[in-house]
């Protein structure tokens, strides 16, 4: 009986699931960013929006510790999240060019030892 009421808790959560995936900003952000070619200057640019974002964090958890209303707490957490989830894709970025100048690197040094 149990199992009956739990299924339309499951199967609505995994719709709003869903629909996170689907329209979050951030994460359009890291498709958009994932499909494209990775650039330092992605990277440096999603660093800074990392940095933005701590920082805001930082001021609303200020305002919830001075007083503001308690829910804002759940706007930290956001906060926080997306911060992490957009420094690791700043990391992310930065490798896959590196990596990218190295195999264009090694493959120029095999085309010149090659005769």
């Known amino acids: 009986m149990l199992i009956l009421l739990a299924i339309p808790v499951i199967v609505a959560v995994a719709l709003v699931h869903r629909l996170v995936q689907a329209v979050a900003p951030s994460n359009l952000l890291v498709r958009r960013v994932r499909a494209a070619q990775p650039r330092w200057r992605t990277g440096a640019v999603l660093l800074g929006l ?66």
Not at 69 to 82: K, S, T, Y
Not at 88 to 114: H, K, M, P
């Open 50 to 115: 990392a940095t933005v974002l701590l920082l805001t964090m930082h001021v609303v958890a200020d305002a919830v510790s001075a007083g503001a209303p308690g829910w804002l707490n759940l706007v930290v957490l956001v906060l926080a999240w997306d911060a992490l989830k957009v420094g690791w894709l700043a990391v992310e970025v930065t490798l896959r060019w590196i990596s990218g100048i190295a195999r264009q690197f090694a493959g120029r040094e095999s085309a010149i030892t090659e005769p």
